[in-house]
């Protein structure tokens, strides 16, 4: 951890590497992606076919409930594009891809840079954290017990994916953490 704050050029990132947890994230999260194009596909396959259900179970499965409807497979699709969009946020984060006011960057030096990616990271992105984790928790936590699920014939279990949600911000909040050290290092 010492070694990774006290880095101030990324080398292994601009070399498209990283830490292998991160690799990992992004490879499984890529097969996320394929998963979410193959259920496009066959909602829109379906649908032209006018076939519904399409498949039904004797005992009710986790999430799918006693059936896979078309509506199932629409909530699969926001399910997949939340997850693929929120658990990276963290990584991205941490590889400096994220979205940022690059002309306040023009013609500075490092040391000024680190000071402004500080003020960002303090004054922009810890208040939304601090207000974001406790309100994705409540979310969660409702869903859960209210054991909330389609009421369109749809997806059941919703507390699962929407625990996603603090998960990605929990993520997001560690790298936050890790960067901003890394700043304060760099800001001196």
């Not at 259900?53 to 939340?82: C, R």
């Not at 974001?132 to 919703?158: C, K, Q, V």
């Not at 699962?160 to 290092?185: C, D, H, Q, S, W």
Request: hydrophobic letters at 55%.
């Amino acid at each position: 951890m010492e070694e990774y704050l006290a880095r101030e050029a990324r080398p292994e990132m601009e070399e498209g590497k990283g830490s292998p947890w991160a690799q990992a994230l992004l490879r499984a999260l890529s097969w996320l992606v394929i998963l979410l194009m193959l259920a496009i596909v066959l909602q829109v396959l379906c649908s032209a076919l006018d076939i519904n259900p399409l498949a039904q179970f004797e005992s009710a499965l986790p999430l799918l409930g006693k059936g896979l409807t078309l509506n199932s497979l629409l909530d699969v699709q926001w399910h997949l594009l939340v997850i693929v969009g929120l658990l990276p946020a963290g990584v991205v984060w941490l590889r400096d891809a994220h979205v940022r006011v690059d002309f306040l960057y023009q013609k500075r030096s490092d040391r000024t840079k680190a000071r402004i990616d500080l003020l960002g990271n303090l004054a922009f992105a810890l208040p939304f954290l601090v207000m974001i984790l406790p309100a994705a928790w409540d979310f969660t936590h409702r869903a859960w017990r209210s054991d909330e699920g389609s009421r369109s014939g749809g997806l059941n279990d919703l507390w699962l994916i929407k625990a996603f949600l603090p998960l990605g911000m929990a993520l997001l909040a560690l790298a936050l953490a890790v960067e901003t050290l890394r700043l304060l290092r760099r800001a001196k």
